[in-house]
């Protein structure tokens, strides 16, 4: 067997490092298929809940709760508990995908469902299979990773395309200007790439492509069949190998 093949090229601590992503990955979509798409809900944990944009997330999570969606976070403080507060001060799904840092994240308490991650990726993984709409509102590195690892999966073809809001104009312009003044003209990306996304200011806007993608069953994923779909091919055993 191909796996055995594997495992027996790696040290001891490499094969413990590998049990423990698999678990983390085991687990997330575990607890992914126990409430269906929703729409997930970025943004920095270091803003207070008076700040505008907790504001404005708090009253999106309370108009998704409201029209039957799912909301996902980090389950964080900052942004992520404003949008859960939303959510759960309505009486909605409001789910946290946590992880432990040296800093700044603990499980904020307007959390219906919630899990622990141990590794960035798999929280990652898990926080995009959830969504059928991703929101990014302003947020520092991990804010701009995790928008950066959805485009260009979309970019790509890795993941199937759905809405990416950048919530707060000013804040995400000078960003957008970047990309089409400073990447687009070296043909760093593509002409189309910044169509992925789109600029606004409105929750209703947000709220209305939820509505218009509807409301999946539990136990349906738009990732189910899409690497067929897209024409992705599985790497054959033979590629596979370790060399």
């Known amino acids: 067997m191909l796996d055995e093949e594997i495992l027996k090229q790696l040290e001891a601590a490499d094969v413990e490092r590998a049990k423990a992503y698999a678990n983390d990955l085991e687990r997330g979509l575990k607890i992914v298929r126990t409430f269906p798409q929703g729409v997930t809900i970025f943004g920095s944990a270091r803003l207070p809940q008076d700040n505008k944009y907790c504001k404005k997330a708090r009253e999106l999570g309370q108009l998704l709760a409201q029209n039957g969606h799912a909301v996902i976070t980090g389950g964080g403080p900052g942004i992520m508990e404003a949008a859960n507060h939303g959510a759960f001060e309505y009486g909605g799904r409001s789910i946290g995908l946590n992880i432990t840092l040296r800093h700044e994240q603990f499980p904020n308490p307007y959390l219906t469902d919630t899990m622990q991650f141990q590794y960035f990726f798999a929280r990652k993984v898990m926080l995009a299979m959830s969504a059928k709409v991703y929101v ?26 759905m809405p990416v809001f950048l919530f707060g104009k000013s804040f995400w312009r000078p960003l957008d200007k970047f990309y089409n003044s400073k990447m687009l003209p070296l043909g760093l990306i593509s002409k189309g790439d ?33 690497s067929a779909q897209s024409g992705i091919q599985p790497l054959s055993e033979k590629d596979q190998l370790i060399k």
């Open 136 to 161: 990014m509102f302003p947020g520092g590195l991990g804010t701009m990773d995790e928008l950066s690892e959805i485009i260009i999966l979309m970019q790509e073809g890795k993941m199937p395309k």
């Open 194 to 226: 910044t169509n992925i996304y789109k600029l606004t200011d409105d929750v209703n806007e947000i709220v209305k492509a939820a509505n218009k993608i509807g409301h999946p069953d539990i136990k349906t994923n738009y990732y189910d069949g899409f």
